[in-house]
């Protein structure tokens, strides 16, 4: 049975990719990590893993259901989990849109038997990957503005050493104007 490795995220404009990009270029050392290639800057909501297109098709007439506001994102904080080797970008306060959309989106791949993480869902932009030495992270100050208004879902594939995200479908979030 074909599978895909599926994941529902938050994508970025482009523009904040590239100015993402440049930040991270001006504020990590080249061998702090391997930088994620600018298109594929994301914030994931729920892994799915490899799943069957029959799940996909049932979680995304889910996700199609899914009625909530969008949210503003603040992008004013940025870390490092040495073990799994990330330096991220997240924030200080997270929305609780987002918090609800991600569990929401967690509990409905839980019940068709995606297995989900029994971390806390923390919120974050993976800036590099294989970042398991000591970084020296750049000190706060920094600040992005994201008006979320849809959310998507992507696959990812592995080939020729590149990932590749590609997306799949997206949905979006209640207009916030006037709530
Ligand atoms: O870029 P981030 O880290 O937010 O880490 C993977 C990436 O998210 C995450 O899914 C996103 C697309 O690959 N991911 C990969 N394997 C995972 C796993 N086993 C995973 N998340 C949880 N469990």
């Known amino acids: 049975m074909a599978t895909q490795r ?5 994508e970025l404009p482009d523009s904040l990719q590239q100015q993402l990009v440049r930040w991270r270029a001006e504020n990590f050392a080249e061998d702090d990590g391997k930088p994620v290639a600018a298109a594929n800057l994301h914030l994931t909501l729920a892994f799915l893993g490899e799943v069957s297109s ?9 996700a199609a259901r ?3 506001p969008g949210f503003t994102l603040n992008l004013d904080d940025a870390g490092h989990w040495p ?9 200080q306060r997270a929305p609780r849109g987002l918090l609800q959309l ?3 989106l967690r509990a ?6 995606c297995a989900q993480s029994a971390q806390p869902f923390h919120p974050h932009i993976t800036l590099l990957r294989n970042a398991t030495q000591k970084v020296a992270l750049p000190a706060r100050g920094f600040h992005w503005h994201l008006e979320v208004s849809h959310f ?3 696959s990812s594939t592995f080939t020729q050493g590149r990932t590749r995200y ?7 979030l209640l207009s916030s104007a006037g709530a």
């Open 152 to 154: 998507a879902l992507f």
């Open 54 to 62: 029959e799940t996909s098709q049932k979680l995304q007439q889910l």
């Open 83 to 91: 073990r799994p080797g990330v330096v991220w970008l997240g924030c």
């Open 102 to 104: 991600a569990s929401l």
């Open 108 to 113: 409905q791949a839980a019940r068709h038997g």
């Open 166 to 172: 590609r997306r799949l479908a997206r949905w979006p």
């Open 6 to 10: 599926l994941f529902f995220a938050l």
């Open 66 to 68: 899914i009625v909530q």
